[in-house]
Every structure is written in C-alpha cells, then in structure tokens.
C-alpha cells in the first residue's frame, strides 16, 4: 500500500552540468536550496541583493546583475503581493523599516506576473542566448495574508509560471517545489517550528528529486566524487596537530587537487 502522494516531475529538455554558473533569486527557498548549491560546488549566485518575494522584485534582481552570464537561472517566486511607494508610483524590494503610510499594498495579476519574468528572461538572454530557466513556486504560505489568500496568491504564481512554459518549452522549466511540500510531504514533520517553513529534511528531499530530475549523469558523478572530498575538508578533529590527520588531509588535499584538473572550473580554497 502507498500512504502518500508521489508527485510526477516530468524531466526538462535541458540538464544541469557540473560546475554550472547558476543565479538563484526569489523567496528565502530560493536561499535554502541555493546554499546547497554552493556547497555542491556550482559556481551559484544566490539573492545577491537580498530576498526577493514577487516576479517584480525578482526582476529588480536580474536588471542589476544584467552584465553577468549563466548557464541557469532558478526563480523562486513567493507572492504577487507589491508594496507601492506612494510618492513614486514604484514598487519597492524592501521596505527598510519606513513608515507603513508611505507604501500602498496590492497584487500583481497572472499577466503583471508573466510580464516582469519574461522581462527578465529576456535580459539574462542577451547575456547568454542558450541560457536555462526553472521556475519554483516557493512552498512557504504567507499566514499575514490569511490561507486563502495565501492560496490565491500562490495560484497567480502557478499561472504565470505555466504560461511562460508553455510558451518555451525546451529552455523554461517548472520544477514543483510547491506541490511536492503540500503534496507529497504533507506533514508537520517536514516543517520548522513556525509550522510554515519546510524544515532542513524536506529541504533535502527537494534537493534529492531536483539531482534526479534536473542533473546530468556526468554531474551525478561529480556529486558522488566530490562528497567524501566534501566531508574530508569540513572534518574538525580534536588534535589538528597530529601525524595521522596531517596525513589525511594531505591525501584530501591532492584528491581535491586532481578533481580541479578534470572540472577546472570548480573554486577551491585549499
């Protein structure tokens, strides 16, 4: 018998490559699952100018990074929700603790959504024409607005992501973060104590089916190299002094040095 949902993801046309140049921007999912990123050695630039929640914000991000080239961009969208400062007519990415009065709350539509991503898009391919695009809907619900409301947020999300698939099927991809949490790991276990945030187990599950999904054969072998090598530079022993770890971490050393000269761009600090 089968006691869950198993979510189908559906394989992309693309595959991500070991060492990729790869720009995250979006919720503070976008955080967690870019970290995981770095650690596994892409070259990963994750929310550089801070969390962005919505499509606009999203699209404040790539304007700044314009002069930049990836292999990948990963947008995490949280909500259509906006603040508008009421003296420029502008959305703003961050409120910086100003006075509430000065900024006028209120939703982006599914067309407003699509518009500020394909926006986007567009200025990552004129740095990169071949550049890959997944798009995740973040699985965090946003208790501020209500549930409901939170669903009917989440659903713009789902439709402006859908819409700019199937518009570009073979270099935009939808990857269901979102429906994997409130499927699939439909349990308080797999959450922080807030009740809201997905916890570091199911941040891994994540992690898990995007390798499965998503990576090529050639980066599943990277993985499975470089994690012991990983593991070896992270070890903290409790006498660093001593012959035997010197050795080991000689050894670790020269495995990292000759994984370099088969993945040159990989970025060690040895």
Not at 205 to 227: G, H, M, N, P
Not at 232 to 250: C, M, N, S, T, V
Request: charged share 30%; hydrophobic share 40%.
């Amino acid at each position: 018998m089968e006691f869950r949902t198993i979510v189908n993801i559906p394989h992309p046309t693309f595959e991500l490559e070991p060492c990729e140049r790869i720009l995250f921007v979006g919720s503070c999912f976008a955080d967690n699952i870019g970290k995981r990123f770095k650690e596994e050695k892409f070259r990963a630039v994750v929310n550089p100018f801070g969390v962005m929640y919505n499509p606009v914000s999203v699209l404040h991000t790539v304007k700044k990074m314009a002069n930049h080239v990836f292999d990948t961009a990963v947008f995490t969208l949280g909500t259509n929700h906006v603040y508008v400062e009421r003296a420029t007519g502008e959305i703003v990415d961050n409120c910086q603790k100003r006075p509430q009065r000065e900024f006028e709350e209120r939703e982006l539509t599914t067309e407003e959504c699509a518009d500020a991503l394909h926006e986007a898009i567009a200025l990552l391919r004129q740095a990169n024409p071949k550049v890959n695009i997944i798009l995740t809907v973040s699985p965090i619900r946003y208790a501020k607005y209500g549930y409901h409301e939170s669903q009917l947020s989440k659903a713009m999300l789902l439709l402006a992501a859908d819409k700019l698939v199937k518009e570009d099927t073979k270099k935009i991809y939808y990857f269901p973060a979102y429906e994997i949490i409130n499927d699939e790991l439909r349990d308080y276990r797999f959450y922080k104590a807030d009740m809201l945030h997905p916890n570091e187990q199911a941040v891994a599950y994540i992690w898990e089916q995007l390798v499965a999904t998503c990576f090529s054969a050639e980066a599943k072998r990277f993985l499975d190299v470089w994690r012991p090598i990983k593991e070896g530079l992270a070890h903290r022993p409790f006498h660093p002094e001593a012959a035997a770890y010197q050795d080991f971490i000689k050894r670790t050393k020269e495995k990292a040095r000759l994984l370099k000269l088969k993945y040159p761009n990989i970025e060690l600090n040895l």
